[in-house]
């Protein structure tokens, strides 16, 4: 029991002898796909190997939540209200992974590269509702570590940072409708989330 809170810490942490090697387990050509789940959302990816330390990442990721407090009290009247939001995104970027040995049991890695995707959200009260839906367009970093159980099975940690562009439009239930543009800077650094990797 205490040797996993011991190697999460340590694919956190990413020491430094690790990053500093340049020889892995892996292959020119090879494939895995990526499972990880964070608190809010989930995502599936797929990697593609073009030499040992070097790979190409594409990878989806999908979030929502859902909520409704709907009451009526003793006069009839109605009150609480429904939030829900969806979003989908596509990320694709280049890998860079180093190890200590073809015979690696702990590789590290870190990617960059672009991201787009789709945003929706209502409220929803007695008197009033509301909804947006939108786009997004911009660029992420990610910094993780993979504990390889088999040759074709791993698990590590993976903390993600993103600036992205927001485009959305949002309308009330009045007719009201108003656009707006932002900037947002986000990430996972301190709630890094866990990540399982198939290699074929």
Do not use: C
Not at 57 to 77: I, P
Not at 108 to 130: D, I, V, W
Not at 170 to 175: Q, Y
């Amino acid at each position: 029991m205490t040797r996993f809170p011991t190697l999460f810490a340590a694919l956190l942490l990413l020491p430094r002898t690790v990053f500093g090697q340049d020889s892995t387990p892996f292959h020119k050509g090879q494939w895995a796909a990526q499972f990880q789940a964070g608190t809010a959302f989930s995502s599936l990816g797929f990697i593609k190997f073009r030499s040992p330390t070097h790979a190409l990442v594409l990878d989806v990721h999908v979030g929502g939540a859902h909520s409704e407090d709907l009451r009526t009290d003793s006069t009839g009247d109605h009150f609480g209200g429904l939030n829900s939001n969806a979003s989908a995104q596509v990320r694709f970027g280049w890998r860079r992974y180093s190890g200590d040995g073809t015979a690696a049991k702990v590789v590290s890695h870190y990617s960059l590269g672009a991201l787009a995707g789709l945003f929706h959200s209502a409220t929803r009260f007695p008197t009033s509702s509301q909804q947006s839906n939108g786009w997004t367009a911009g660029a992420f970093g990610d910094i993780g570590g993979t504990y390889l159980v088999t040759s074709k099975f791993g698990i590590g940690a993976l903390a993600t940072a993103s600036l992205f562009y927001q485009n959305g439009v949002t309308k009330g239930s009045s007719g009201t409708k108003f656009r707006f543009r932002d900037w947002t800077i986000g990430g996972s650094a301190v709630n890094a989330s866990l990540v399982a990797t198939l290699f074929f």
